[in-house]
């Protein structure tokens, strides 16, 4: 049983960076892409990233391209956002997620991953 548990998350000032933590748990992940997703309310879940676990690559949307910085700790099966320069309309519950991947292309859609975790709170305050 996969689970996925997101740390990090509260009241931010704009401006300022965040750091979200995304704790695996229930299997090897070695072949797994990892994502992180934000939904506003009344809004669809975004993209926001992804890396693949093995060999740490990342992909990631144009819209938060070099604000946004994902890793992953292989020796504590955790990955992990890092966002600047916040703004208020950053202001969402940030999920991250996990799929089994093709190693020749990347998942940007919300409904191409398989587990997901509870989502942690992000209130960017300005």
């Known amino acids: 049983q996969v689970q996925l548990v997101e740390s990090g998350g509260g009241l931010v000032q704009a401006g300022g960076p965040l750091r979200l933590s995304c704790a695996a748990s229930?299997?090897?992940?070695?072949?797994?892409?990892m994502g992180w997703f934000r939904q506003a309310p009344g809004k669809e879940r975004e993209f926001l990233g992804a890396?693949?676990?093995?060999?740490?690559?990342?992909d990631y949307a144009d819209s938060v391209k070099g604000r946004c910085t994902i890793s992953r700790d292989n020796e504590k099966n955790t990955v992990y956002l890092q966002m600047n320069s916040l703004k208020p309309e950053d202001t969402a519950v940030y999920y991250c997620?996990?799929?089994?991947?093709?190693?020749?292309?990347?998942?940007?859609?919300?409904?191409?991953?398989?587990?997901w975790g509870q989502g942690t709170q992000v209130t960017v305050s300005s």
């Open positions: 997620a996990a799929r089994a991947g093709d190693a020749s292309r990347w998942y940007r859609r919300w409904y191409e991953y398989h587990y």
């Open positions: 229930g299997r090897t992940f070695s072949s797994y892409r």
């Open positions: 890396i693949r676990w093995s060999g740490g690559s990342t």
